[in-house]
């Protein structure tokens, strides 16, 4: 079974300060992760993803994640927050080597980041 | 431009109806799913199309069916066996079979049941 933990539900953070997201995930085999935004009453965005490949992964709007398999963790930084990236962040996992489950996602429970001027 | 749809974006209806929400991509993608949303949670999977005219039930759903008769439309009835219909509602897609690939969202159905 594969399960998501966003350690924090509410980060605030000044603008041009850096942002830090934490997500621990489990799973069984060897996992696919991803980092997804929300803002308010709209569909995910895809930030970025890591698949196997660099374990530091780049994304849109200045996000980068670092897969850390030792401590199973996947947290999200940015340097510099603007405004914009005001949001709700969701982290998933899916397990790529169990076929059975073809391409299901398990979401996190989400952090919500408030930027303050 | 390739996306998804969903409509409407707001939805009222009474309590004891059906209703039907709406979701079209062309991005030509074979899988498609349902989620729901409620405040503060993450999303929940309830049902998902991997193929034409099959689907799979998610984990939550109960009170939920669907129909998969062409590979860009997957639309989601929420039935009255629904007991806490009121959420918002997103479809997703992605190419499919068994590697796994990242979804792209739709902007999403706010329903209300009152």
């Known amino acids: 079974a594969q399960s998501v933990t966003q350690l924090d539900s509410h980060v605030s953070v000044s603008e041009g300060t850096p942002v830090l997201l934490r997500c621990n995930y489990s799973?069984?085999?060897?996992?696919?992760l991803f980092w997804y935004v929300q803002h308010p009453n709209k569909g995910l965005q895809l930030l970025l993803k890591?698949?196997?490949?660099?374990?530091l992964v780049k994304g849109i709007n200045g996000f980068e994640a670092e897969f850390k398999k030792s401590e199973t963790s996947f947290h999200l930084t940015k340097p510099s927050a603007h405004m914009s990236d005001a949001a709700e962040y969701f982290c998933v996992v899916s397990d790529r080597m169990i076929k059975a489950a073809g391409n299901k996602l398990t979401f996190g429970g989400g952090t919500r980041v408030l930027v303050k001027p | 431009d390739g996306g998804i749809t969903q409509s409407p974006k707001y939805l009222f209806r009474k309590e004891g109806q059906n209703v039907t929400l709406s979701c079209e991509q062309n991005?030509?993608?074979?899988?498609m799913y349902w989620y729901r949303q409620d405040p503060g949670q993450g999303l929940r999977l309830i049902y998902y199309?991997?193929?034409?005219?099959?689907?799979q039930k998610g984990d939550i759903a109960e009170g939920y069916s669907v129909s998969r008769e062409k590979k860009e439309s997957f639309p989601l009835t929420v039935t009255s066996a629904q007991k806490n219909p009121t959420a918002f509602y997103l479809c997703?897609?992605?190419?499919?079979?068994?590697?796994?690939?990242?979804?792209?969202f739709g902007p999403g159905t706010r329903l209300t049941v009152t």
């Open positions: 199309s991997q193929i034409v005219n099959d689907f």
């Open positions: 890591y698949t196997s490949a660099a374990t």
């Open positions: 997703a897609s992605s190419i499919g079979g068994t590697s796994v690939y990242e979804q792209y």
């Open positions: 991005l030509n993608h074979d899988a």
């Open positions: 799973s069984s085999y060897s996992p696919s």
